[in-house]
């Protein structure tokens, strides 16, 4: 496992400490289930030569794990109801979104194989 997937699920691990407004905004603390969710889908992401940018809990209970290469960004958010969503943008454009199930091979595809021209 890279050195980045490691430190990046020891942060989502820390997650579990949060309390409700954490923020002092009220955010929501991640579930025990969504830090699983994140956790898997990082190490499956990590064994796909996918590198992780960045993570961070959402105001309403969420993860959000950040790939980012060249123009291109991609955000994965891990929501209690499994309702696990993605959106990859080159620049300001869309280039695909939806469920992680239905867009993880245009992921692994668009971020171990795109060459900027």
């Known amino acids: 496992m890279s050195f980045s ?5 020891n942060k989502i691990k820390s997650y579990s400490g949060l309390e ?7 955010a929501v603390k991640p579930t025990d289930n969504t830090i699983n ?11 796909d030569g996918l590198n992780v940018y960045f993570v961070a809990p959402g105001p ?3 993860i959000v794990i950040e790939f980012k290469r ?4 991609a955000e994965v958010y891990f929501n209690e109801d499994n ?3 993605i959106m990859v943008y080159d620049r300001d ?3 695909a979104e939806g469920m992680i199930e239905d867009q993880y091979e245009k992921l692994r595809e668009i ?4 060459e900027e021209t």
């Open 83 to 85: 309702t696990n969503q």
């Open 70 to 73: 060249d123009n291109l960004e």
């Open 5 to 9: 997937a490691r430190k990046a699920i």
């Open 20 to 26: 409700n407004n954490w923020d002092g905004y009220g």
């Open 111 to 114: 971020f171990t194989s795109y």
């Open 37 to 47: 969710n994140a956790i898997n889908f990082l190490r499956k992401a990590d064994e």
């Open 93 to 95: 454009e869309c280039i």
């Open 60 to 62: 309403n209970g969420e």
